[in-house]
């Protein structure tokens, strides 16, 4: 009887590995797979981020010797080879300004443009996104420059966002617009902030009672 028995579990065991046994070994076979492109995976971003982190810090180097050219050449490195690590995004905000003080607005748009669609961190994304509307603003692009400085994505930079609005509204000549966005740079940023003056001067140049 037990012999039967047992006969009886092998055959089934048998049975049930001819019906199981292949997905199983595959189930296996994709764990360790995953499981090693997971250790891969993040080997990898930890490597492209010191790497990432070393030529950054080369970049700065330069950039404090005002060897520009050579400091271009970096972030550019940075953003063509490490473009997922949060230095990317950074490489991209200097590039923008040494673009931008050198008169190229067009390569300083571009760099900023990527900041916004690549930036590895909010606060790089919105940088860029504030820069790169008063940019747009200094060319007359006065509607795209409104587009983005109204964003509400702005953690952080609200006073900047709503002096940039301020501003836009001079510019289109809308004095009542323009006094409430200033109010309200100046209401954020608070009466101890050494920028406030600067903003009062904005409000009192608009006159009592501005109105659009």
């Known amino acids: 009887m037990d012999t039967f028995d047992s006969d009886q579990q092998l055959e089934r065991l048998k049975a049930w590995w001819n019906a199981y046994g292949n997905a ?77 003080d050198s008169g190229d607005a067009a390569a300083a748009r571009a760099h900023l443009r990527w900041a916004i669609a690549h930036g590895n961190g909010g606060g790089v994304r919105i940088v860029a996104r504030l820069r790169l509307a008063r940019i747009l603003m200094q060319e007359g692009k006065l509607d795209e420059a409104l587009k983005l400085a109204n964003s509400r994505d702005r953690d ?5 966002f709503d002096e940039l609005r301020g501003d836009i509204f001079v510019a289109e000549g809308k004095k009542s617009e323009a006094r409430q966005a200033y109010s309200a740079a100046l209401a954020e940023a608070g009466s101890q902030s050494p920028y406030a003056p600067v903003l009062q001067m904005k409000l009192d140049d608009l006159g009592p009672g501005a109105s659009g």
């Not at 090693?36 to 330069?62: C, I, K, P, Q």
């Not at 550019?76 to 997922?84: D, P």
């Not at 952080?156 to 900047?160: E, P, R």
């Open 156 to 160: 952080g930079f609200a006073s900047n």
């Open 24 to 100: 199983l070994i595959a189930g296996v076979a994709l764990g360790v797979l995953v499981l090693v492109g997971a250790n891969y995976w993040f080997r990898h971003r930890t490597l492209s981020a010191d790497a990432a982190s070393s030529v950054y810090d080369v970049m700065l180097g330069e950039l404090a010797q005002k060897n520009v050219t050579a400091a271009r050449a970096d972030g550019e490195l940075i953003i063509k080879r490490y473009s997922a690590t949060p230095y990317a995004g950074d490489a991209a905000l200097v590039l923008a300004r040494l673009s931008a």
